[in-house]
C-alpha cells in the first residue's frame, strides 16, 4: 500500500515538472529537436525509402499470386510491364516537378519528404535537406499543385516544415474571384478555415483561395486550395469558409523550398 | 519485473513510432488517423500497471515530441498521464474483453486529445481553433478509429506476451 502511494507520489512529481516544462515554452520551435533529427536523417531517410518501396511493392501481391497460376513467361513479362509503368510514373512526376521548378518565379530547392509528423494535433513533415542545401527558416514551402507550408526548424542536413493545415499555422489568403481577404487556419483534421471573410463577400464553394503576399514568408498568388463550404455563425461578425488544400498534404513525396 | 522485458517494450514503442509515421499515415479516413502510440500507451498502463503505464507513456511522448512540430515535452505530459491513468484503472476492469478495449482506448484518445486542446490553449495565445470543429471533426473520428484500430492490435499483443489478469503478471 505504501509503495503503491510512493508511486503515485513519484507520477505526480513527474507529472507536474513536465507541466511546468510545457508552460515554460513560449513557441513550437526547438533548436535541441531538430539537432536530433538531423542526427536520425539518415536513417530516417532509409526508413523512408523502405516503406515507399514497400507501399509500391505491395499491389503487385494480388497480381503475383494471380500470375502464379499462369505461365512463368507470362509472369515474367506482366511484372515487367509494371515495373516499367512505376518508372514511368516517377519520371512523369519529377519532369512535372521540374517544369513547375522552371515556371516558378522563385529559385527554390527540391526536397524529399522523410519523415511525417507522429502527432494526431500538429501537421508537420520532415525534408532531407537543410542550411547546408540552402533552406532557410520561414520561407514558403511549395509543391507542384500549391502551397504546402513553411520552414519553422532547420538543421545542417534535415528540416522541418509547418503544414498549413497545421493548428498553429496561420497564413493570409484571399479569393482569387473577388480578391476578398482572409485568414487561413489549419486543423487537425488536414483541412484548413479561412476566418474573417467578410459578411457581404459572395465567395462560393469552388473558389480558388490564393496567397494575399502579407507580410515576407508567403510569396503572392500562390495557389492554396479551394472553398468546399461556407459558414456563417449567427451573430457572427464574419462569415467562414472550409478550404480544401490544392495538393493532399499527407501523401507528400517532394516537395519545393523557397531560397 | 514484468512478463515483458523492457527492451520489448521500447522496441515496441519505437516501431509503433516508425509504423505511424508510415502506413497510420496512408490510413486516414476523414482526416482521422489512428493514434498507435497511445494504443501502446495504454496497452502497458492496463496490461503491465501504473508505473510501467507512466514510463512508456513519457518514452513514446518524448518521441512524439522529437518528430512533431508542437510545444516540447506537451505529448511526453500527456501519454504519461494517459498511461498512468490506464495503470490506475487496470485492476478495477475485466480488460480482455474486446468492448472493454474498445471503450478504453476510445476514452483514453478522447481524453488526451481534449487535453492536449487544454494545454495548447493555455499556453498559445494565438490558436484560432474552433472547438466545435476540433471535438466532432478531429477528436470523435479518431476516438473510434484508434479504438476500432485497437481491437486486433490488443488480440495480437495479448497473444504474443500470453497476458492475463492482474495476478498472472503483477
Known amino acids: ?259 | 519485473m514484468y512478463k515483458i522485458s523492457r527492451f520489448q517494450i521500447y522496441l515496441i514503442i519505437v516501431a509503433a513510432l516508425f509504423l505511424q509515421g508510415s502506413v497510420f499515415n496512408y490510413m486516414e479516413i476523414m482526416g482521422a488517423r489512428p493514434d498507435l502510440l497511445l494504443m501502446v500507451v495504454v496497452f502497458f498502463g492496463l496490461f503491465l500497471g501504473p508505473a510501467a503505464g507512466l514510463e512508456t507513456g513519457f518514452a513514446a511522448g518524448l518521441l512524439k515530441d522529437i518528430f512533431a512540430l508542437d510545444f516540447l515535452w506537451i505529448n511526453a505530459c500527456i501519454l504519461s498521464l494517459s498511461g498512468f491513468a490506464a495503470g490506475i484503472i487496470n485492476t478495477q476492469f475485466f480488460k480482455e474483453s474486446k468492448r472493454a478495449d474498445f471503450i478504453f482506448v476510445f476514452g483514453f484518445t478522447i481524453f488526451s486529445m481534449l487535453l492536449h486542446y487544454l494545454i495548447v490553449s493555455v499556453i498559445s495565445t494565438s490558436l484560432a481553433l474552433d472547438f466545435r470543429d476540433f471535438f466532432l471533426g478531429s477528436v470523435i473520428p479518431t476516438a473510434i478509429y484508434t479504438g476500432l484500430v485497437s481491437i486486433p492490435i490488443y488480440v495480437k499483443l495479448l497473444d504474443i506476451y500470453n497476458l492475463k489478469e492482474t495476478e498472472d503478471y503483477l
Open chain 1, 1 to 259: 500500500m505504501r509503495t503503491q502511494k510512493s508511486k503515485i507520489f513519484k507520477a505526480l512529481i513527474v507529472i507536474v515538472c513536465l507541466t511546468a516544462l510545457i508552460l515554460s515554452s513560449k513557441t513550437i520551435t526547438s533548436p535541441l529537436r531538430i539537432r536530433i533529427i538531423d542526427f536520425l536523417s539518415p536513417s530516417l531517410k532509409t526508413v523512408n525509402s523502405f516503406f515507399t518501396s514497400a507501399r509500391r511493392v505491395l499491389p503487385f501481391g494480388s497480381l503475383r499470386e494471380e500470375n502464379r497460376l499462369l505461365r512463368e513467361r507470362i509472369s515474367l513479362l506482366s511484372r515487367k510491364i509494371e515495373e516499367l509503368r512505376i518508372v514511368s510514373s516517377d519520371n512523369d512526376r519529377l519532369k512535372e516537378l521540374l517544369n513547375f521548378r522552371k515556371t516558378v518565379p522563385f529559385i527554390t530547392i527540391p526536397a524529399q519528404v522523410i519523415g511525417r509528423d507522429p502527432s494526431n494535433w500538429s501537421n508537420s513533415i520532415i525534408l532531407d535537406k537543410g542550411i547546408n542545401s540552402g533552406v532557410r527558416q520561414n520561407k514558403a514551402v511549395l509543391s507542384t499543385r500549391g502551397l504546402v507550408g513553411r520552414v519553422l526548424e532547420v538543421g545542417r542536413y534535415s528540416s522541418k516544415v509547418l503544414l498549413v493545415t497545421d493548428p498553429n499555422s496561420k497564413v493570409g489568403v484571399m479569393i482569387q474571384r473577388n480578391r476578398q481577404g482572409g485568414i487561413l487556419v489549419g486543423r487537425p483534421d488536414g483541412r484548413c478555415r479561412m476566418i474573417y471573410i467578410a459578411l457581404d463577400s459572395d465567395v462560393m464553394p469552388g473558389d480558388k483561395v490564393i496567397t494575399a503576399g502579407f507580410g515576407t514568408i508567403f510569396p503572392k498568388d500562390i495557389l492554396v486550395g479551394e472553398v468546399l463550404k461556407v459558414e456563417r455563425a449567427p451573430g457572427r461578425l464574419y462569415k467562414s469558409a472550409i478550404i480544401k488544400t490544392a495538393d493532399d498534404l499527407s501523401k507528400l513525396e517532394e516537395v519545393m523550398c523557397i531560397k
